[in-house]
């Protein structure tokens, strides 16, 4: 089995930073696609930012040029550090990846999220 956790999410201010972690952990090779998504109280999930296994980026409207998603295969880690937060961003964070198994195998796997919330 492989699982992913999420990490870095916390309460800040609006114009404050913060750095989300998802790890992988179990019966990893390596991780292909990963996504960010995120879910507001009332709304529907969207997806926040996009990596794929060519290292191709893409990112929603809302995040461009204040959200960056970035991965280290080593540690078989994705990040989605945000930068400029707006009261906007408060939403439960999810990280979502294929994930090649050590038996050549794809899963798709779905971390149990983190909260941000931004108020003063």
């Known amino acids: 089995q492989v699982h992913l956790v999420e990490s870095g999410g916390g309460l800040v201010q609006p114009g404050g930073s913060l750095t989300l972690s998802c790890v992988a952990s179990?019966?990893?090779?390596?991780?292909?696609?990963a996504d960010w998504y995120r879910q507001a109280p009332g709304k529907r999930r969207e997806l926040v930012a996009n990596?794929?296994?060519?290292?191709?980026?893409t990112y929603a409207d809302s995040v461009k040029g204040r959200f960056t998603i970035s991965r280290d295969s080593m540690k078989n880690t994705v990040y989605l550090h945000m930068n400029n937060l707006k009261t906007d961003d408060t939403a439960f964070y999810f990280c979502?990846?294929?994930?090649?198994?050590?038996?050549?195998?794809?899963?798709?796997?779905w971390g149990q999220g983190t909260q941000v919330t931004v108020s003063s």
């Open positions: 179990g019966d990893v090779f390596a991780i292909k696609d």
């Open positions: 990596i794929n296994v060519r290292s191709i980026i």
């Open positions: 979502h990846a294929q994930i090649t198994t050590n038996q050549f195998q794809t899963s798709d796997v």
